[in-house]
């Protein structure tokens, strides 16, 4: 019998109750309702940057099932962990436990099995898709002023981590040949593409010791667009690589390789220290290069040649010179050529916001497709920072290469709590994020240019001896073990 009304719709429940829900639909409520009240105040702050479609439960499969764990309060739960670098996977527990308590329902177990098979049941498509979500967003807000000589500028460059000495990670990234057997780490090496304009980390590859970074850099040039400029230190420049890419519409600026010949006296004369020179294709193949893409490598290549002076403080002056495919010398001033490879220097202060800010120096996971999680869950945990303090440095007309990265890590984990405790009131929430933008925007770091400081160490490191064989070798030689026998 049909009770609802075309008038009342669902006016039968008033008069005959509800359906009494099975004890597994109570448990997804209460989890529904955690994950909208608890571990989601990152939520607040940063879903318009996180497809909320990403996240919903499937219809079948992994995330099909009712759980304390749903794949939105995990994935949230995996940010609040990248956003603390010390906060362990027994801290996010408790936190859930907590809320359950607080909230007079039952709680989950004390154990953290539950929550590392949650996040082991996230999809890598999952996390890359919400990357790509978020690097989009990033680009699309660059302003055309922004832009250098009006083209996008991508900088690229690699980088090496470190992991868990399992026998999954040794496996998949070996540790370097140097270091004994049980005494090392696997290191996994990462070549990534940013966005000068706006910092966004775009896309990137990974591989273990045996890859060079320029065999990793080829995986990249599905994901580059026409007309974009990439730019690059010299481990990066190649006669294959440029060709290439020139011949996709991406043009380059790289620093000369120390193999190639840097006598500017040779070619067209363009102006002082700026000339065009002609390449020819190598004889041989080069490692990593697919035959068909090599039989479509012109056999010249017209590049042009910038010498590039430069002084450090306390230094005498140096020269680099730059090679690149930007050959109008009315359009791109050799002024402006190396004014953009002297800017070549903020990829490295990208990842020195990865990997000491969020921490991804060293990586925490067991097995080689959580580590490729993990590095996905640090790219999206960067691009959010970054697209936070663009709106800041949009809104209060700051630099965006001023505000502290670093500083607004630690301002987003302290006013997420409160910009999540009025979910309830829009003209509040509004106010405090307004409020959260301003304290970026005022957080800025000091304006330094050609700073000259070694990376050194003053307070002295314990005085524990170092590992020269595996741990277990030095249990089974302690004292009490050979009492024990």
Known sequence: MNNATPFFPGFHRLLFGRARCSAQAQLADQARALEKATLCQLGQVCAPWVPARLLQPAPSGAHSRRRFFPQGLTFW???????????????????????????????????TAAYCRARSRLCLQTLLGIHRHTAHELQRRVAQDQLWCGRRVKVVDGTGVSMPDTPQNQKAFPQPSNQKKGCGFPVAKIVGCFCLASGALLHWAEGNKHV?????FRKL?????PGDVILADRGFCSYAAIAILLRA???????????????????CRLGPNDRLVTWLKPKSRPRGCLAADWRQVPATLTLRLVHVPF????????????????????????QEIAKLYLRRW??????????????MDVLR?????????????????????????????ALYHVPLERISFKGSVDTLRQWADAINATHAQPRQQARLFNHLLQI??????????????????????????????????????SPSRKGLK
């Open 249 to 267: 519409g991406v043009d380059t600026v790289m620093r000369l390789h120390q193999a190639r010949p840097r006598d500017l006296r040779k070619g």
């Open 212 to 216: 060079h970074e320029s065999k990793l």
């Open 77 to 111: 739960a995996f940010l609040s962990q990248v956003l603390s670098p010390e906060s362990p996977c027994r801290e996010t527990v408790r936190k859930v436990q907590a809320w359950y308590a607080l909230r007079r329902q039952p709680r989950p177990g004390s154990g």
């Open 346 to 359: 903020a990829v490295e202060l990208f990842f020195r916001d990865i990997k000491i800010a969020l921490g």
């Open 365 to 393: 996971c067991q097995t080689p497709a959580m580590v490729r999680k993990e590095i996905a869950m640090h790219a999206i945990a960067y691009n959010l920072v970054r697209g936070l303090m663009q709106q800041a440095a």
């Open 311 to 334: 002084q450090a403080p306390g230094f005498r002056a140096q020269s680099l010179v730059v090679a690149t495919t930007l050959t109008d010398p009315i359009r791109y001033p050799p």
């Open 221 to 225: 040039f599905a994901f580059l667009l």
């Open 440 to 477: 970026l925007a005022e957080n800025t770091v000091p304006l330094r240019p050609d700073r000259s400081e070694p990376r050194v160490r003053k307070r002295r490191p314990k005085a524990f001896p170092l590992m020269s064989r595996p741990r277990h070798d030095y249990s089974l030689a």
